[in-house]
């Protein structure tokens, strides 16, 4: 059974809980980002980038995509801060953000390779 069998709040537990809650926002944020995660093609993105950066080119070729649908696909992890860019004459550089994404992605792999 999923429920209780009697409806009982335990105020005590609720307040300590409800004070610790973040404002509705975070969670939305959060919800992005779990959402673009959530895609095979940007988390295979990200996976590349784990090993250091690559161009969109190699990207594309690495992962089997067009460059458009890599682009796209950057563009909207660089919008969430998981990707940055540098551009080096006509070529563009993506590398993962910061160490935290990294992470993210790590102990992402980890739970789905812990059976």
Excluded: I, N
Aim: glycine share 6%; proline share 2%.
């Amino acid at each position: 059974m999923d429920r209780c069998d009697e409806y009982c709040v335990h105020a005590d537990q609720v307040d300590k809980r409800r004070e610790r809650l973040l404002p509705m926002d975070t969670y939305q944020e959060l919800a992005q980002l779990f959402k673009a995660l959530g895609d095979p093609s940007r988390s295979r993105l990200l996976h590349a980038l784990s090993f250091g950066e690559l161009c969109v080119c190699d990207l594309a070729s690495l992962l089997d995509m067009s460059q458009s649908a890599v682009s796209h696909q950057l563009r909207l992890l660089r919008g969430l801060r998981l990707v940055r860019y540098r551009k080096e004459g006509k070529m563009v550089y993506y590398a993962l953000d910061d160490e935290h994404v990294k992470g993210l992605l790590a102990q992402g792999l980890e739970h789905v390779g812990h059976r």
